[in-house]
């Protein structure tokens, strides 16, 4: 049975994602990030992996969190000037050889010249989402948490975001059924899907065996416009 409304998705902003964070922003209509959530150190929000010759390697964009806990990620800022330029030299350095990273230099290195003068760690990755999307072609709506009223509590924030919104489906990663209410989203006549990435299958790599868990960038520099036929948002026909 398809579902007929409006699809949306609320998560917390991540630095260069994986291609799973972008299947779900494939698979709705609007796609929330919500950098009202607490910031949380040695997560995805400021770091993610790139495969290099010499196995996979963390990229970290240093962050100030020192006397600053409860800080939300919108709150969090960059504290270091030079991490850009070093980001996207790793970057070009691991790639260089991919088949499509040329379609994609240009574009990329500006982004992060750009992100170089930014010191709002959300402002950092809204830029680089914004840019995969689009290179991607999803054509998602895009927004803010804070364009919406936020409530108390994490399942009525959610919900509160999701009604305001006008959703009629939540698409929600697998790792919220730990704390999910269900009971109170069917009752709002919100029904909710969860992702499930178990038929993600190897795509064609460099640099030796497959690594699923990597940033996206690297699903763009070895697949380049067939990146899409790689998820889920590429594959349906339909509503979820």
Request: glycine share 8%.
């Amino acid at each position: 049975m398809h579902d007929v409304g409006k699809r949306v998705a609320i998560l917390q902003s991540n630095y260069i994602p994986w291609r799973g964070y972008f299947d779900i922003i494939g698979l709705v209509d609007e796609f929330v990030i919500y950098d009202v959530a607490q910031f949380t150190k040695n997560d995805w929000r400021n770091r993610n992996l790139i495969k290099t010759a010499q196995g996979v390697r963390w990229l970290t964009i240093p962050v100030a969190t020192a006397g600053k806990f409860g800080q939300t990620i919108g709150e969090t800022q960059i504290a270091a000037k030079t991490w850009a330029e070093k980001h996207w030299r790793s970057v070009a350095q691991a790639y260089a050889k991919a088949p499509f990273f040329a379609r994609y230099r240009d574009r990329l290195e500006s982004a992060y010249v750009t992100c170089g003068t930014l010191r709002s760690l959300s402002a950092v990755n809204r830029l680089l989402i914004d840019l995969v999307a689009a290179e991607l072609g999803l054509s998602a709506r895009i927004i803010d948490a804070n364009a919406y009223p936020v409530s108390e509590g994490r399942n009525q924030r959610l919900l509160s975001v999701c009604r305001t919104s006008g959703a009629t489906v939540y698409v929600s990663g697998p790792s919220a059924r730990s704390y999910l209410d269900l009971t109170l989203f069917a009752e709002a006549g919100i029904r909710v899907k969860f992702m499930d990435y178990s038929s993600y299958a190897p795509y064609p790599q460099l640099h030796g065996p497959f690594e699923p868990g990597v940033s996206v960038l690297d699903l763009l520099f070895n697949t380049g416009p067939a990146a899409l036929s790689h998820m889920q948002c590429g594959q349906r026909s339909g509503p979820l």
